[in-house]
C-alpha cells in the first residue's frame, strides 16, 4: 500500500517569514511530485511540480526532492495572507493512471 | 480555468435513495476521476476513466458505481446512499495519464445523507 505523510497542521507562520511544508512517501517508484493548493471551500490546484532532485524555484515557492530519503518539501518565502490554505502532496509516476494525495497540510498565515 | 463543471453543486438526500452526481468537461481530456474528500482523510480516489467506457475502481469505491459514455461527462451513482457517504465530491481531469501529470478539478459537489 501506496502511503504519503505529511503534517496536519495547522501550521502557523508570521507573514513575511519562511513556511516550510513536508511530505514523505513510501513508494521509491515515484520519479516526480505535485503539489496542490487548496482554499477552505475551495478545489485544489497545482502549484508546483517537480520530477527531479534538488530544487525547483517558482516565484517564492520553492520545492525540494531528495528521492533517496523519500522526502520533498514546499518552501513559501515571503509568506502572506493569502497563501493560508491546505497544501496537497502528491508523488508522480509513470506506471499508473492515478496518484494518492497526502492529506494535506493546513497553514495559516499569521498577519 | 480548465472547463469542468459538477451538478449538483449542492443535494441532500435520504438514506437509501439512489444519488447520481454528474461532471462534465469541455477540454476533451481523456482521464477523468472521482474523488470524494472528508476531515482527516484527505482527498481519496472512487473510481476513475481512461476513456469511452472504460472505467476502473480506486481506494473506496465499495457503494458507488460510474458511467462514461461519452468523452465529456463521466456520472458517479451511490446505488444507496448512506451517511458516510456524506462527503464533498470533486471531478478531476486530465490530458494524459494522471500518474505523472496535472490534475484539473471540478467545483466540488456537497452531498448530505440525513
Known amino acids: 500500500q501506496k502511503e504519503v505523510e505529511q503534517n496536519s497542521g495547522p501550521l502557523s507562520v508570521p507573514e513575511g517569514a519562511i513556511a516550510s511544508l513536508n511530505c514523505t512517501y513510501s513508494?521509491?517508484?515515484?520519479?516526480?511530485f505535485f503539489w496542490y493548493r487548496q482554499y477552505s471551500g475551495k478545489s485544489p490546484e497545482l502549484i508546483m511540480f517537480?520530477?527531479?532532485?534538488g530544487d525547483k524555484e517558482d516565484g517564492r515557492f520553492t520545492a525540494q526532492l531528495n528521492k533517496a530519503s523519500q522526502y520533498v518539501s514546499l518552501l513559501i518565502r515571503d509568506s502572506q495572507p493569502s497563501d493560508s490554505a491546505t497544501y496537497l502532496c502528491a508523488p508522480g509516476n509513470n506506471r499508473d493512471d492515478k496518484i494518492i494525495f497526502g492529506k494535506g497540510t493546513r497553514l495559516h498565515i499569521l498577519p | 480555468d480548465a472547463g469542468i463543471t459538477q451538478s449538483p453543486r449542492h443535494k441532500v438526500t435520504e438514506t437509501g435513495t439512489p444519488v447520481t452526481l454528474r461532471c462534465h468537461q469541455t477540454?476533451?481530456?481523456?482521464?477523468m476521476y472521482w474523488y470524494r474528500q472528508d476531515p482527516g482523510h484527505g482527498l481519496r480516489l472512487i473510481h476513475y476513466s481512461y476513456g469511452v467506457k472504460d472505467t476502473d475502481k480506486g481506494e473506496v469505491s465499495d457503494g458507488y458505481s460510474v458511467s462514461r459514455s461519452k468523452t465529456e461527462d463521466f456520472l458517479l451513482t451511490l446505488e444507496s446512499a448512506t451517511s458516510s457517504q456524506t462527503s464533498v465530491y470533486f471531478c478531476?481531469?486530465?490530458?494524459?495519464?494522471?500518474?505523472?501529470?496535472?490534475?484539473?478539478f471540478g467545483p466540488g459537489t456537497r452531498l448530505t445523507v440525513l
Open positions: 517537480i520530477y527531479s532532485n
Open positions: 478531476a481531469i486530465s490530458k494524459e495519464r494522471g500518474g505523472n501529470n496535472e490534475q484539473f
Open positions: 477540454e476533451n481530456h481523456r482521464y
Open positions: 513508494d521509491r517508484g515515484s520519479q516526480s
